[in-house]
């Protein structure tokens, strides 16, 4: 086995045969200039064995040891070992964080039509490679994954026909790509088509059957619809008004990395609804939120524990109001806002945008495991 640093060392020489060290170098090439990449028949057995056991080394978290397996595999032409290189650049995970390289590594394996890389090279360009944002090539890569059937690109697609990024603005075509989405059970469509129907965004509000939506992306464990939810129990749309289930809807989305479930949670036992009044446990759930980084959960836990003047009272008189639901986006992201999107949701996609603030949570980039070399 490698030690760290002939780790290193293997890889320092492998990236001085052609991966960029700048944004201008990888800048300076157009997206379908990249040369098709493929593996030699003979090769091919090998090229398995490579990404098997890079695979089982980056479930072991041995990042190092994986970026060099996946480099020998992307040196042989697998489009997979490009690709799972890249998510590694992209990620800072055993090498230096590098967007450009991901970049690369991402163009260079969907020049071979591997459709996961489509999609991750359209997240770069969604989100902003260097800080810049380029929808169009965005929503080029994202239908080209989504016509090759990689699901998570339809429902992405769809969000930038909610806002008119990159196409024109169809809220019909957003609505039927979120349907595809979600008849292949894909959690980001669910959670956007139920926001549709939760909102009233280019169809009549239909609370309840948003409600069954939210509850089929929860089964996924998508933090976000599991949080909407809970505000359709909490306030008794579309669902019989239960704060029990609001409190269990929000306890799971914290679970998950949404900390505004966290804030409303305190928001119960501030008010005592479905729960004993409680300053104590109040100022525990605005802790957490605030440490997840929600930041109306600071000022709630301050006030509610006493440290700043006006103490509970003020804390429950500015704490009135639940964290408002979360918009429909391209990711499962990790923080709410309490007018009624979410923080660190770049962009979201129907009639109450999100405050636009980048997001260190990845975007669900598919199955790792590799049907293609």
Not at 220 to 225: F, K, N, P
Not at 317 to 328: D, E, L
């Amino acid at each position: 086995m490698l030690s760290r640093k002939t780790a290193v060392l293997v890889i320092a020489a492998a990236l001085s045969l052609g991966l960029p060290f700048s944004a201008g170098a990888a800048g300076k090439q157009d997206l379908d200039s990249a040369r098709a990449i493929s593996v030699a028949p003979a090769d091919r057995a090998k090229v398995a064995g490579l990404l098997a056991d890079a695979e089982e080394a980056r479930s072991r978290k041995s990042y190092v040891r994986a970026s060099v397996l996946y480099r020998q595999a992307a040196d042989l032409g697998s489009a997979a070992g490009y690709n799972n290189l890249g998510e590694l650049f992209e990620s800072g995970q055993g090498m230096k964080r590098s967007v450009p390289n991901a970049e690369f590594c991402y163009r260079k394996a969907a020049s071979a039509g591997l459709h996961e890389a489509e999609y991750n090279l359209a997240r770069l360009y969604d989100y902003g490679v260097g800080g810049r944002t380029d929808y169009s090539k965005a929503a080029y890569w994202y239908r080209k994954a989504a016509d090759g059937g990689f699901t998570p690109a339809v429902s992405m697609l769809g969000v930038l026909y909610s806002y008119g990024r990159g196409v024109k603005k169809d809220l019909a075509e957003a609505m039927r790509l979120f349907e595809k989405a979600s008849a292949e059970n894909d959690p980001a469509g669910l959670f956007n088509l139920g926001v549709m129907y939760d909102t009233g965004s280019g169809v009549k509000a239909d609370p309840a059957r948003a409600a069954g939506l939210y509850r089929r992306a929860g089964d996924a464990r998508y933090s976000r619809a599991l949080f909407n939810l809970g505000m359709l129990y909490a306030s008794g749309r579309g669902v019989d008004l239960d704060y029990k289930k609001a409190r269990e809807c929000w306890e799971d989305s914290y679970s998950l990395g949404f900390p505004a479930a966290a804030y409303n949670i305190g928001i119960l036992y501030i008010s005592g609804k479905g729960v004993a009044e409680s300053r104590e446990e109040a100022a525990k759930w605005f802790s957490l939120s605030c440490r997840g980084g929600y930041h109306e959960g600071c000022d709630a836990a301050g006030k509610t524990s006493g440290r700043n003047k006006g103490g509970a009272a003020a804390a429950g008189k500015k704490s009135s109001a639940a964290a408002g639901r979360s918009t429909p986006g391209k990711k499962d992201a990790k923080a709410g806002s309490s007018k009624g999107g979410n923080k660190k949701d770049a962009k979201a996609a129907a009639s109450r945008p999100a405050a636009k603030k980048g997001s260190g949570a990845k975007g669900n980039t598919g199955n790792r495991k590799n049907k293609k070399s």
